[in-house]
């Protein structure tokens, strides 16, 4: 395993995590601050300029498909960023809104939403922490 896979993997896993559970407990008002994101196409620029950023920093730094499901992991999640961003930059404004905020006013599927992206998170912290560098 590289070392770049290993840190990637402890990056994203806890980030995932620790966001996952601020969301989680502050349900309503990650609700509102979503919605209110979605509604201000001047911040859905900026997050989609950040995030396709983020993605392609991710997808050209580690887009690596064999070496075990830790690896495969990774990229995927720097690919799914890069994909998110660009969706951000394309799609017509309020589109992304309708689609996701319809999810999460509903707080059994808010708790839905989150759960992936928690489980890829704790997979990635463990296997980030207990894989050393070869």
Not at 4 to 30: E, F, K, N, P, V
Request: net charge positive; aromatic share 8%.
């Amino acid at each position: 395993m590289t070392s770049r896979t290993i840190y990637l993997s402890r990056l994203i896993g806890l980030y995932c995590i620790l966001l996952d559970l601020s969301l989680a407990t502050h349900r309503q008002a990650s609700v509102d601050s979503i919605m209110a994101t979605f509604n201000n196409p001047g911040v859905m620029m900026a997050l989609g300029i950040l995030t396709v950023a983020a993605g392609l920093a991710m997808v050209l730094a580690h887009n690596v498909w064999s070496g075990g499901a830790q690896t495969v992991v990774v990229t995927l999640v720097g690919w799914a960023a890069l994909i998110k961003g660009l969706a951000f930059l394309i799609l017509p404004p309020g589109v992304e809104g309708e689609i996701i905020v319809g999810w999460l006013r509903n707080p059994a599927l808010f708790y839905v939403c989150l759960t992936p992206s928690l489980l890829i998170g704790i997979y990635l912290t463990i296997c980030g922490f207990r894989t050393k560098a070869s």
